[in-house]
């Protein structure tokens, strides 16, 4: 199965930026580039009519980072899944550490963003990840464990729904973990997801989000149990992003 490189953009781009770099994404993502990687880029709500439009006919995929559990309503500010659905994304990325922490995200909240986002046909990235206090208390695994539980609805599976393994203190820090704890902690999301969701389940995609750059991808890609990654930073710099997928 090719990995999934899916870039996060965060809150960067105004819209020149945005169409910019999309068209030197789908200018450089080919497999005669040497990029075989699934591409997937999740620019600001802002950005993503400019960006679908630069990428449509492109293998680049569109998503988003967030929306809103109901499909409309009176909720100012919101956007919902339907909507990002409506622009043409085909992903959303949902309980990111930095909507987690600030925004207050609890893991309920997150469980109905997911159902949310499949009733809409969107493809889910559930982010879930310890912090630094958490891991150096030994408690990472039973912290991602909880969080999986109980943030993903019942019918994630069925929805080929991804999980991203972001541990917090490895989001923009430049520190990562090393390959036998991405290994081991990527085990331990797919028996999670085996035992609850069992031959629904299929071979999920679980990716490895926190500080991933050129010079580490292709180590932490090399992971038989790594099927992509989730990338902030290096996804800001077209260069950056396609050597990514290449080493993948
Ligand atoms: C992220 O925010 O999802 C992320 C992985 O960021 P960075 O690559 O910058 O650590």
Known sequence: MAKLIAGNWKMHGLSAEAAALASALKEGASPVAGVRAELLVCPPFTALATVGAVLRDSPIALGAQDC????????TGDVSAP???????????????ERRTGHGESDALVRAKVASAIAAGLIPIVCVGESLAEREAGREEAVVSAQLAASLSDDFAAACGTVAYEPVWAIGTG?????????????LIRAGLAARFGAAGGDPLIL????????NAASILALPEVGGALVGGASLVAADFLAIAAAA
Do not use: E, W
Not at 68 to 75: F, R, V
Not at 208 to 215: A, F, I
């Open 208 to 215: 490895y989000g926190g500080s991933v750059k050129p010079d």
């Open 175 to 187: 520190r990562t973990p090393t390959a036998q704890q991405i290994a081991a902690m990527h085990a």
């Open 83 to 97: 909507m990002l659905k409506d622009l043409g994304a085909r992903f959303v990325i949902l309980g990111h550490s």
């Open 68 to 75: 809103h559990p109901a499909p409309s309503g009176a909720h």
